[in-house]
């Protein structure tokens, strides 16, 4: 799988598996038994016995660190087996007697035959193929479109700040060099199932060096109306726009808090987008029937000031538009009341 999972997730995946195989389909219950066993030993036991129908997988388990899927993928014997019924009914005297030689011999193919039966399954569902491409690092598919992205190497997957999977999910975008607001609402409001809007050309004032300052008496003197200025900033139009996110309801508010990780992500892929010549800035418009009253005390989701604390006696007229987040406020850790420093 593409996400590493933590150990109890695992235990959850490995147990609904061992318990109801038949939830899965059979490709998809092959590759979470890849998943499951990493880089331990996969074995691919086969269907013995007379079941007319078998399933195409219908047991898994795991002990002494090997994993073992009965799987009638590419099946060599069984009822769906392409060998004669013989080397099934030898198979069933040689477990009857406890002995697993024979069987284990014959798993070593059905192994490597339904590995590639899933393979040739996959060759044409991309989704299959960007889903479980991660533990084969040489499908060229995956780098294809990393490349198409403008990620071809790893490293660049590394140091671009957004999880790979997002990455391939709009390398459409990524591949159009033509970086445009269109194209990055679209992604925000796929990438967040909230409603965006960019606002475009916000007004910013940009310091000027001291060096570049107008000054008197130099070599060369300002011009008025040519070189001349007043001032220590100028006026930029062009460098920043706004994501302006919503109206949303109050429990998408609560998760676009500074500090959070819905938030930060967000920044993450738009910055990763339109590049380092931008300042952006986002506002998170709450709906007006969902604004609160403020509440002090309340441990789970203290009021903080400029964010959840509105002075209201009545019914808004309006959305609330007060919350403007910066980027280096979205990425800042905010720490819950109480805790230490």
Not at 34 to 41: K, N, P, S, V
Not at 77 to 89: A, T, W
Not at 328 to 333: D, F, I, P, V, Y
Request: some cysteine.
């Amino acid at each position: 799988m593409t996400n590493p999972q933590s150990d109890t997730e695992r235990e959850k995946l490995a147990a609904r598996l061992q318990q109801d195989p038949a939830h899965f389909e059979p490709t998809t219950a092959f590759r979470l038994a890849q998943h499951l066993a990493q880089d331990g030993e996969l074995e691919i036991a086969p269907h013995l016995g007379i079941e007319p129908t078998p399933l195409a997988v219908s047991g898994f388990r795991q002990r002494k660190g090997k994993f073992e899927l009965k799987s009638a993928l590419a099946a060599l014997v069984g009822p769906l087996g392409s060998m004669p019924p013989e080397y099934n009914e030898l198979l069933l005297r040689e477990e009857r007697n406890k002995s697993r030689a024979l069987t284990s011999f014959v798993s070593l193919f059905a192994t490597r035959f339904s590995e590639l039966f899933v393979e040739a399954a996959e060759k044409y569902r991309l989704a299959r193929r960007l889903r479980w491409s991660k533990r084969r690092e040489d499908n060229t598919f995956r780098k294809a479109l990393l490349s198409l992205a403008g990620f071809g190497t790893a490293r660049m997957v590394e140091t671009a700040g957004v999880d790979e999977n997002v990455i391939l999910r709009f390398a459409g975008f990524f591949a159009d060099r033509t970086r445009n607001a269109a194209s990055l609402r679209a992604m925000l409001e796929e990438f967040s199932r909230l409603p965006i809007r960019i606002e475009q050309f916000r007004p910013r004032w940009v310091s000027v060096a001291p060096e570049e300052l107008s000054q008197m008496g130099g070599a060369t003197p300002p011009r008025l109306g040519v070189s001349a200025m007043a001032g220590s900033k100028a006026l930029d139009m062009s460098g920043a726009f706004r994501i302006v996110i919503g109206p949303v309801n109050y429990a998408d508010y609560l998760t676009l808090a500074p500090g959070g990780r819905r938030l930060r992500d967000m920044f993450a892929l738009a910055r990763l987008f339109v590049g380092s010549g931008f300042e952006i800035d986002a506002q998170v418009i709450l709906k007006k029937e969902d604004v609160p009253f403020c509440q002090m005390g309340d441990a789970a989701m203290p009021a903080r000031l400029g964010w959840n604390s509105w002075a209201r006696v009545a019914e808004p007229s309006r959305d609330s538009t007060d919350a403007i987040v910066t980027e280096r406020q979205a990425a800042l850790a905010i720490k819950p009341a109480g805790a230490a420093a």
